[in-house]
């Protein structure tokens, strides 16, 4: 009697074992390039939230943008990208912008940003 063929080996093989590494490592870089610009987004909108609470008019509201934006190491975007919009309720300020994350030779990853703090939302990127 073959005892051999009862009793069959489960798990991961090495092959298998290194496919799934180099997916991790891969989904680990990727990982790594796009959280900062998530993290700059963030800061874009407590920026643009701050500004429209601290500014009386447009150009107010930029210049308090512009300090949040030294302060908050903002580069994608500037106090003249912002979308200024009077409302009955004072201003509604938004900004769309998109980031281009290089990849792999001439392969690259492009988010859309959009942050607004009233109900109209700017337009997509690149309109």
């Not at 994350?101 to 990127?125: Q, R």
């Amino acid at each position: 009697m073959n005892t051999r063929s009862a009793t069959r080996a489960s798990g991961l093989s090495l092959t298998g074992f290194l496919f799934v590494i180099v997916v991790v490592a891969l989904l680990a870089v990727l990982g790594l390039k796009v959280v900062p610009t998530v993290v700059e987004y963030s800061a874009i909108k407590k920026a643009i939230a701050n500004a429209k609470s601290t500014g009386t008019t447009a150009r107010e509201i930029q210049d308090s943008f512009e300090k949040q934006r030294s302060a908050g190491y903002i580069e994608s975007v500037s106090g003249k990208d912002l979308e200024i919009v009077k409302t009955a309720e004072g201003f509604d300020v938004s900004v769309a912008y998109e980031k281009r994350i290089p990849l792999v030779g001439p392969a690259s990853l492009v988010i859309d940003y959009v942050a607004a703090t009233g109900k109209g939302a700017a337009g997509k990127p690149g309109q």
